[in-house]
């Protein structure tokens, strides 16, 4: 199968004062997934203005961006969308107020019943282990994370 489209995605890496980094627990049609949170860029937007637009719809609150961190460098394809390349863009933000969105203590404590939903959780950053991210890009930041600390 050739590869149909670029499939844009922006991601931001949020740190508390803890070294805990954010996850999101996700559920998407019926399928568990863990990830850093973020997703797609829609089109005549920014990757900034994507970042910035799915803290608010996800966190319910803005966040400053800091700095890139990372862009996929290698070929991905999208598990939800065979010949689409996934192109994941990771930038570092920080919140502009204290977290107003409601943080998990397990893995997958969804407060519905729907089919697809989410819960974000603090994680320590040298206690994450790749396995536990679903996504390939996911995996390969969080080991370069790991190996700056």
Known sequence: MSIQRFNIRAYFILYNDNDEILVSDELIAGKKYTKFPGGGVEFGEGIEDAIRREAIEELGQEVEIIQHIYTTGFFVESMFKPGDQVISVYYQVQLLESPKFRIANTKFDFDT?????????WAKLDALHPNELSFPADKFLLKQLQSAQ
């Not at 019943?113 to 959780?121: A, L, P």
Request: charged share 35%; aromatic share 12%.
């Open 113 to 121: 019943d729907n089919h697809q939903t989410e819960s974000f959780r």
